[in-house]
């Protein structure tokens, strides 16, 4: 893949609760426009370093820029650059489909022209105009969660974080969500994923092992399963966290 431009970049990343390290001094860069898979089991510190990405929470030591802006002291800035998406879509229940696009388009400084003509888009693309006045409750779960990713980048973020985003879907419906990712991406906006499921790995250009805190492996899917002599992403994965301390 050609080398691309850093939009997030940290140094020495670290983040300690009390006598606890739960990030234990991470450095990585992330092109523009690049899927970059971010792997751990449970414990091993993801969730805390995506926190300190996001500008919702502050590093002990070491340094980052998130979209050009300094995760320790531009955090607001950083949220305006972004978007969310979590496990849990992060929709409300009880509104329609149009008016969680508004909500969500609002929060992020959209102004009523931009939600209406990016919603259009957005309806037209999805073949979601039959459903804008359905309530989000009332649709398949699939739908759902192609309508939290339109939620999560209506105001064309820098980046935009998936946090287990095709978890309890099918197959079908996991692959489908990965080509609107990749059409993301194509136009430029940066991926950053968290997954368990480690046939998703080979789909992003770069990955990212965390184990216990500290980063065991960074690099390309194909490079990984060379260095490992690994034939899937789901080996790789099992020899590099075999030693894990932490399991929750």
Not at 3 to 8: A, M, V
Not at 150 to 178: K, Q
């Amino acid at each position: 893949m050609k080398e691309k431009e850093p939009i997030i970049s940290v140094c020495n990343l670290t983040k300690k609760f009390g006598n606890f390290t739960a990030v234990d001094n991470i450095t990585f860069e992330v092109g523009k426009g690049e899927i970059f898979g971010f792997l751990g089991a449970n414990g091993a510190g993801k969730t805390t370093a995506i926190r300190m990405l996001c500008g919702l929470s502050f590093p002990t030591s070491g340094s980052g820029t998130v979209a050009g802006y300094d995760i320790m002291s531009q955090a607001e800035e950083i949220k305006r650059h972004i978007g969310y998406m979590s496990q849990k879509f992060s929709l409300y229940q009880d509104l329609t489909v149009w008016e969680n696009l508004k909500l969500f388009s609002t929060i992020y400084g959209m102004t009523d022209r931009e939600i209406k003509i990016k919603a259009d888009m957005v309806f037209t693309t999805l073949g979601m105009a039959d459903m804008r006045n359905a309530l989000v409750k009332e649709i398949p779960l699939g739908w759902k969660q192609k309508l939290a990713f339109a939620a999560a980048t209506m105001h064309s973020p820098d980046v935009v974080f998936l946090d287990e985003p095709t978890g309890g879907v099918d197959p079908a419906t996991r692959r489908r969500f990965w080509e609107m990712i990749y059409q993301a991406s194509s136009q430029g906006m940066t991926i950053f994923v968290t997954t368990h499921y480690l046939d998703e790995a080979e789909y992003c250009h770069r990955v990212s092992i965390m184990v216990d805190g500290h980063i065991r492996a960074l690099d390309s899917p194909a490079m990984l399963k060379k260095q490992y002599h690994a034939a899937t992403m789901d080996e790789v994965f099992r020899i590099i966290a075999q030693g894990a301390q932490r399991t929750d």
